[in-house]
């Protein structure tokens, strides 16, 4: 596989990094590839003498970096998205085949990547306060945000290169330095995400610390959750994970940057696109294998056009090809694991025990090309909106579609679920849009009109309600996240005017 000497991923590779310097560490983690159930890699894993010497690394490259100027740290970014630009093929076919989602899902991941480093360079000088009037005479007022320190980030298998960007890029133009611990299960994107980093850095003279990585199992997460060093900790996976994450980081009175779980919907109304509805469902519901936090997992579909958009849906599955991820025209490639075969086959069970009724079936694929046990056919099943199974989020392509019969019946059943991350419409009815984007409408992070609930742009906050966390990362203003607000009062007059009337006869 020449992506894999190209990215310098050799047969062992290191796994914790400082910045430029590796450590040399004994513990080892392999790396199969659902594709063809082969061993992609192995990579070392941190222990919690390797995970101090990475902290304290960082902690001193905070004191250095933060003095550095804004523009000069974007110059460094911009740098840095130039340089995933010149490794975006061979990038895009290492996350294809470590984590399984189709090759041009893999290159349009990689391609998150060079924009958030787009989006953090021009970021660098417009990191912005505000100032205000003074209620005192001869006092002024305004407010500044300052670097925060070191920023934990926890990432997920489903996107091992886009998470990890989307919080680095954003802290390091900020003045913060980065300590990744991502998912063992994509080890080797960290590895080759770090060394096109370090390349960078080496160029610029980047103090050693700035952006670091341990690669391990969970107790290096809670190890960082736990660490009062780490003012933020950004976690993205399940919302049992957050929920642990929250807790450590809450008991020390830290921050955390939470983007869990999604349970997401489309409302199609009958004065929808049938057309468009179809492609958004489509790619929504198998996109990455259904295991995207915004994957579609449920259709609310009014009655006089279920049977309609049911039969289009279960034609336009007919045609969706399953296999190696790699090659060009399929659509979607495996699971990650049999672990995550098993929690699929363990849902589809599940809603057949609740009265569901599979309109495409599902079931494990078997044979030639499917040798890795993780290849499983996308399937819908009609269901009733309250059902248990419903309510809950499968990492699957498992598609549940059911009816209603109102706009506010169809948007109650949207918000019924723990979960609140996406949301979409599709309708060419004003009244209808502008009622699902309401006060009173989706209860979700993100809503949108007549596009699916997969896929987000880089200017936009990403992020969810509920038991998503409540997290942005990204565009907009989440930058403000991973920095500490300062208010600064300044008397330039002759007279200390004391507040409440107060006066000291001095």
Known sequence: MDFLKALDIEEINPGVSTGVNWLKITGEIHSYSPVDGKLTGSAGTASEQDYETVIRTAGEAFLKWREVPAPKRGDVVRQLGDAFRKYKKDLGALISYEMGKSLQEGLGEVQEVIDICDFAGGLSRQIYGFTMHSERPGHRMYEQYHPLGVVGIITAFNFPAAVWSW??????????????????KVALTAIACQKIVSRVFRDNDVPEGV?????????????????????????????????????????????????????????????????????????????????????????????????????????????????????????????????????????IEKCKDQGGRFIVEGGVLEGSGYESGCYVKPCIAEVEAGMPVVQEETFAPVLYVMKYKTLEEAIAIQNSVKQGLSSAIMSLNLRETEAFLSHAGSDCGIANVNIGTSGAEIGGAFGGEKETGGGRESGSDSWKAYMRRQTNTINYGKDLPLAQGIKFDL
């Open 167 to 184: 919080n680095s890029m954003l802290a390091i133009v900020c003045g913060d330095v980065a300590v990744w611990k991502p998912s063992p």
């Open 211 to 347: 952006s670091c990585l341990i690669t391990g199992d969970n107790a290096l997460g809670e190890l960082l959750a736990k660490d009062n060093r780490v003012p933020l900790i950004s976690a993205t996976g399940s919302t049992a994970m957050g929920k642990k994450v929250a807790s450590a980081v809450g008991e020390r009175l830290g921050r955390s940057l939470l983007e869990l779980g999604g349970n997401n919907a489309i409302i199609i109304t009958p004065d929808a696109d049938l057309k468009i509805a179809l492609t958004a469902a489509v790619f929504g519901a198998i996109g990455t294998a259904g295991q995207r936090c915004t994957s579609t997992r449920r259709l609310i579909i009014h009655e006089s056009i279920f049977d309609n958009f049911k039969s289009k849906l279960v034609n336009a599955y007919q045609q969706v090809k399953i296999g190696d991820p790699l090659q060009e025209g399929v659509h979607m490639g495996p699971l990650i694991d049999t672990a995550a075969v098993e929690n699929y086959c363990a849902a």
